[in-house]
């Protein structure tokens, strides 16, 4: 009997394996180089649970810009790191690049709807929706700047006891950026020290693509590590240091960096990002003029790691004293 039950599980494994090499892709391309995958796991012991960020780096030091891994028997994914590779992918094959990946912590929940999660026609309809949304929001326009400072007025209002003077008692407004470059300097440099999604949001290929001299399949996912754009040393000088003075030009005039990407680009850049500028502007100017912000404790005690590292850097608690002007 014991002889039985151990052929009847050998047997039943055999069949679980002949299963999952027929699941696998069959249409591989000529896929980019990486880690040799094993049965069943894939690449998954070279990639350490809630590491996976880190993991991809370390692989990319090895095999290159763009190289391929696999996520369990099945799940292929081509891995873009630095801002070239990403720049020539999602900003110059946008059209092939432009398909959603997927997300197993969010894709139970939205079941591929909306915006963010859709692909094909119906995400190119919801596009046009969501954009003519946000233009009727009044994104870029002074409808839109008002509701802003209406909302950053409301966060002051209860607690402050007097405001410094910013023109003629005014609250701040968006033409106010040219005027405070340091500021706008700040903020652009905060967003890409802190890399806030790292991982970037899983694309997918619209259609068979020649990338590289590689022919990536229609279907292939792909994960363009926005975190290694953000923080390319080949674009900005000690990467892991805080200096909003490289946001700076030589008159002391703000300047955009071409590798500032927390929105991502391409077809599925953030449909928002104009209104998360002006909102993160806004909101900052409005709370500095009314409040000046200290740290109990002395800088070299202020850790800038994230708490927590996965699809989002989620930035470490810090005590703040928050005294009125």
Not at 147 to 164: K, T, W
Request: glycine residues 12%; contains cysteine.
């Amino acid at each position: 009997m014991e002889a039985a039950g151990t052929w009847t599980l050998l047997l039943a494994l055999l069949l679980l394996l002949l299963l999952l090499a027929l699941a696998r892709p069959r249409t591989r391309g000529h896929l980019p180089p990486g880690p040799p995958p094993l049965p069943l796991l894939g690449n998954l012991l070279q990639l350490r649970p809630g590491a996976l960020y880190s993991g991809l780096l370390r692989l990319s030091k090895k095999y290159g810009p763009v190289f391929t891994v696999y996520l369990g028997p099945w799940r292929r994914v081509v891995v873009l790191v630095g801002h070239e590779a990403v720049q020539e992918a999602l900003g110059g094959q946008a059209e092939e690049f432009s398909g959603r990946g997927m997300l197993a912590t969010l894709d139970g929940t939205f079941g591929g709807h909306g915006v963010f999660f859709s692909n094909g026609e119906r995400w190119r309809q919801l596009r046009r929706l969501t954009t003519l949304a946000l233009r009727d929001l009044g994104m870029g326009k002074r409808e839109g700047e008002e509701l802003i400072q209406a909302e950053a007025q409301r966060l002051v209002e209860g607690s402050r006891e007097r405001i410094r003077e910013l023109g003629a008692g005014r609250a701040p407004g968006l033409g106010d950026r040219a005027r405070l470059p340091y500021t706008d300097a700040v903020l652009h440099e905060a967003q890409r020290l802190l890399a806030l999604v790292p991982m970037g949001v899983p694309r997918a290929l619209a259609r068979t693509t020649c990338f590289r001299g590689y022919t990536l399949p229609q279907g292939t996912e792909v994960f363009p590590l926005l975190g290694s754009v953000l923080h390319d040393p080949e674009i900005f000088d000690e990467p892991e240091e805080f200096n909003p003075d490289r946001f700076l030009d030589a008159d002391g005039r703000f300047q955009k960096q071409e590798a500032f990407l927390p929105f991502s680009l391409g077809k599925r850049i953030c449909l928002g990002e104009g209104l998360a500028h002006a909102e993160l502007f806004l909101l900052l100017t409005t709370i500095l003029q009314a409040f000046s912000l200290e740290s109990p404790s002395p800088p070299g005690a202020l850790s800038l790691q994230p708490a927590v590292s996965g699809l989002f850097n989620i930035p470490p608690a810090f005590q703040l004293r928050v005294r009125p002007h």
